[in-house]
């Protein structure tokens, strides 16, 4: 395709360095580079204010999502548990032996 | 009342009486109409006679009663299952399945749960908190991340209306509300909102019954236009006709069916403008036992389906 790419091994940031060997690619890569500086620009200007206040929004949200996790296992597994316990201490009890036989 | 009123004394007023009754009858109470029926159950009548539940394959149910109240069922179903394919084929995979479920059914609460050997669960619940109150959830989990969906409904049921609220995961919102506003119309509405696809739809709904006919009509701004017709010929027979259309889409199916409910068996027919028809049989062999036949023959699709199954209990 004609491009040479080097990965730059500094730490913090990873860039990927590309030498293009025509004109016309040297052009279109100006132009990506240009509208990606921009994006990045504008998302760093936003992380940099939103990570400042953790606030109790981003705070309740982390909350109610593990809880959401933990509640989907716990209806998995204990749903089907739960009704029979439910139905076996409905009047009249029926007897255990009644759960597992085919009659 | 014609009692009271001693013979040949005054016939007048017992004319007048009678008629003042058929008066009374003709002329509509708007205080007292009835409650609609639940604004999901709009097409109740149609859907049931045109949209039976058909399966391929083998299908055995058994279900098993401990109490009045509680029941376990068990059920296997063996046949090829369709996969969603990108090419216009459709890709059949034979798939054996076994299923356990616990039903509690009481008047206040009921509880419904199904679980397949791959380790999905199915499970409904609904609770009445009060004669009004009413609270329904509605999950489908499986062992996959990302796939699985549940659904909360709070219902109150007023005089002559309900409404309804839910909430469901993805931060999927709705809520309905249906009037009856004379014995035999109801109107109602809905919204939703789905944060996930950033969509949000209104849609209308009316429903039009009496003792021989149901007729619905739904709108939503989502492009669905649903219109719904069924006759109660007789005890025995009732016909039932169906047209969706979507106006962003430009897609329209009609469809036109049968329903036979008779002594012994209950077979439900139906034939499609996408070149489909169904047919669905069940068939009481004695006290229990039911044998079901399942048929859907996809002419534009070249599909064939044929089931056959047997219900226990």
Request: net charge positive; glycine share 8%; charged share 20%.
């Amino acid at each position: 395709m004609g491009w040479r790419v080097a990965i730059d091994p500094a730490p913090k940031r990873s860039v990927v360095e590309v030498y293009p060997k025509s004109r016309r690619k040297t052009n279109q890569l100006l132009i990506m580079a240009s509208r990606v500086s921009l994006k990045t620009k504008g998302k760093g200007g936003k992380g940099s204010k939103g990570s400042d206040e953790k606030s109790a929004a981003q705070c309740l949200k982390e909350w109610s999502t593990w809880a959401m996790k933990k509640a989907k296992v716990v209806t998995h597994y204990g749903f089907i548990p739960l009704v029979i316990i439910i139905g076996m201490n409905s009047e009249p009890k029926p007897q255990l032996y009644q759960l597992l036989s085919p009659v | 009342m014609a009692g009271l009123v001693p013979p040949g004394a005054t016939a007048v007023p017992a004319d007048v009486s009678h008629t003042a009754h058929t008066k009374h009858d003709e002329k509509t109470d708007y205080m007292n109409l009835p409650c609609p029926i639940p604004y999901e159950e709009l097409h109740r009548e149609a859907l049931m006679s045109l949209k039976p539940e058909t399966f391929e394959g083998l299908r055995f149910d058994f279900t098993k009663g401990l109490n009045q109240k509680f029941s376990l069922s068990h059920s296997v179903s063996m046949g090829p299952t369709e996969i969603p394919s990108q090419s216009a084929e459709t890709i059949k995979i034979p798939t054996a399945n076994y299923e356990f479920g616990a039903n509690f059914i009481d008047p206040n609460l009921m509880l419904i749960g199904r679980v397949l050997t791959d380790g999905r669960l199915n499970a409904r619940v609904k609770w009445d908190l009060t004669d009004n109150l009413t609270v329904k959830a509605n999950a489908q989990l499986t062992n996959e991340p990302h796939m699985s969906h549940g659904m909360f409904n709070f219902d109150y049921k007023g005089k002559d209306f309900r409404s309804q609220f839910q909430m469901g995961n993805g931060a999927l919102f709705g809520a309905s509300y249906i009037q009856s506003v004379t014995p035999h119309l109801s109107l109602g509405g809905e919204v939703f909102w789905a944060g996930q696809h950033r969509k949000s739809g209104i849609g209308y709904a009316a429903r039009y019954e009496t003792d021989k006919m149901v007729g619905t009509g739904q709108v939503a701004n989502t492009g669905i236009v649903a219109l719904s017709y069924v006759q109660k010929v007789s005890d025995k027979v009732s016909l039932a006709s169906d047209f969706m259309y979507n106006y962003l889409s430009r897609d329209a199916t009609a469809s036109v069916g049968y329903d036979y409910i008779l002594r012994q068996c209950r077979l439900r027919g139906k034939i499609d403008s996408n070149g489909c028809t169904t047919s669905y049989l069940e068939e009481r062999l004695n006290m229990g036992l039911n044998f079901i036949l399942s048929a859907e023959i996809d002419h534009m699709k070249k599909d064939y389906k044929f089931g056959f199954g047997l219900t226990v209990g």
